[in-house]
């Protein structure tokens, strides 16, 4: 008998099948937005991308790139009757293998069991940020792109599962928590590679609105595995955790003792079925003639290859009609994760002594996205859903990191600073 299996987003589909049968008359909504970006670096020597999965951006790739920020998204909005409706997105940006494939981000049925429970199943927003159900909606955010010290820390916009909602008030303060579980596959640009990150797990959110304040807390746990051709899974023996993992190494005088063998570090280090933890904290003030917003995000977890980090940013912005000027700073820090390093093992003719964890220690520099900036934008709402928005950045790279930069050039320099200009026009229907 032939075998069938389902996906959480299948699944979501055939349950909504059956509710079109359960109940009559279901009425459908369909809306779409976009955004249409240049922006200019004034780093040659590496490309600047706002999110992990950007194969490449503007700077030495090409001077003027319209890919980092440009996007173009299709919904659909189902509701069959007060109790069931159904959602699904699709949108198409600038993928990790340099194309602009479009993809499912949405595709879920949800069932509003009472006015205050709801029951969500299928392929969601990954709800880790306080913007994360309208991330990929640019009319719908003060800047040009979310600042990427605090939303380039995964490359998740979407996981397949299910959550509860549940919403009540306090007096005046309204407040919706949501408890859910899933799982979540993505590629990203691995360096000459593509790489694959999985994570399976639950998070918490918790989101409050009072008046013109608007509060939200989340946190997460996955167990994750990162698959990555170029440091990990490759056939080349000398790639650090193959080289880790090998006891004897041949380097032209035949095999010899391995000084860099430790397959303990290797099994610490790499991302294979580890822990890795999300925690944000935003808050937004906006009584309609300004505005002001920020967030604090940490990721942590098992002690991996991937470098634990804290970041955040605040944003201000006034509203004259259609003119709205705001003003960004933002910051991320990395932390060490080689603690308790093994002893350096003596090896060579010359007196060298390379330890083992110098391999780790290389891998952990080359993730090092450690930076700060500070940006002005002008925000033009020229047209009923449309808008225009002129941002400048100034970023200046922590010592020894890359910051948001790919495709580093040998003339590239570590810690330095560089500019970027963003004219970006949004528009909805």
Not at 15 to 21: K, N, R
Not at 194 to 204: D, I, P, R, S, V
Request: charged share 15%; net charge neutral.
């Amino acid at each position: 008998m032939a075998k069938t299996s389902f996906t959480i987003p299948g699944l979501a589909l055939a349950l909504i099948a059956t509710s079109a049968y359960a109940q009559s008359g279901p009425t459908f909504k369909f809306s779409g937005f976009g955004t249409l970006a240049g922006t200019r670096s004034s780093e040659k020597n590496a490309d600047f991308t706002s999110t992990a999965v950007q194969y490449n951006g503007p700077g030495f790739t090409r001077s003027v790139d319209f890919g980092v920020d440009s996007r173009v998204g299709l919904q659909a909005d189902v509701k069959f009757g007060d109790v069931f409706s159904a959602a699904f997105q699709v949108i198409s940006d600038h993928r990790y293998d340099d194309t602009y494939t479009p993809y499912l981000n949405m595709a879920h049925l949800k069932i509003q069991a009472t006015p205050s429970l709801s029951f969500r199943v299928g392929r969601m927003p990954f709800s880790a940020y306080l913007i994360s159900d309208y991330r990929m909606v640019g009319y719908s955010m003060p800047w040009v792109r979310p600042p990427v010290e605090v939303y380039q820390f995964n490359p998740i916009t979407s996981f397949d599962g299910a959550d509860i909602g549940f919403r009540h008030n306090v007096g005046d303060v309204a407040l919706f928590w949501q408890l859910g579980g899933g799982s979540s596959k993505v590629k990203t640009a691995g360096a000459n590679s593509t790489a694959q990150f999985k994570g399976n797990g639950g998070a918490l959110s918790l989101t409050v609105t009072s008046g013109s304040s608007t509060f939200r807390a989340y946190h997460t746990s996955l167990k994750s595995s990162y698959d990555n051709s170029g440091i990990d899974n490759s056939s080349d023996p000398f790639s650090p955790f193959n080289l880790l993992r090998a006891e004897l190494v041949d380097v032209g005088y035949g095999p010899m003792p391995n000084p860099y063998y430790d397959p303990a570090m290797a099994d610490k280090y790499q991302i294979k079925n580890k822990t890795i933890t999300y925690t944000s904290l935003g808050y937004t003030y906006d009584p309609g003639g300004w505005f002001v917003t920020g967030e604090l995000a940490r990721n942590a977890g098992d002690e991996i290859m991937l470098p634990q980090a804290t970041a955040g940013y605040l944003t201000a912005g006034v509203r004259f009609g259609a003119w709205t000027p705001y003003l960004t700073v933002a910051q991320r820090k990395n932390d060490t994760h080689i603690s308790n390093p093994p002893p350096a093992i003596a090896f060579g003719l010359d007196g060298n002594t390379p330890r083992p964890y110098d391999v780790i220690a290389n891998v952990l520099a080359n993730t090092n996205q450690a930076q700060s900036s500070t940006a002005i934008g002008l925000r033009w709402d020229f047209h009923a859903n449309m808008d225009l928005k002129l941002q400048c950045d100034w970023v200046k790279n922590a010592t020894g990191s890359y910051g948001a930069l790919v495709n580093t050039q040998p003339a590239f320099r570590l810690g330095e600073s560089y500019n970027l200009v963003t004219l970006a026009f949004d528009f909805v229907f």
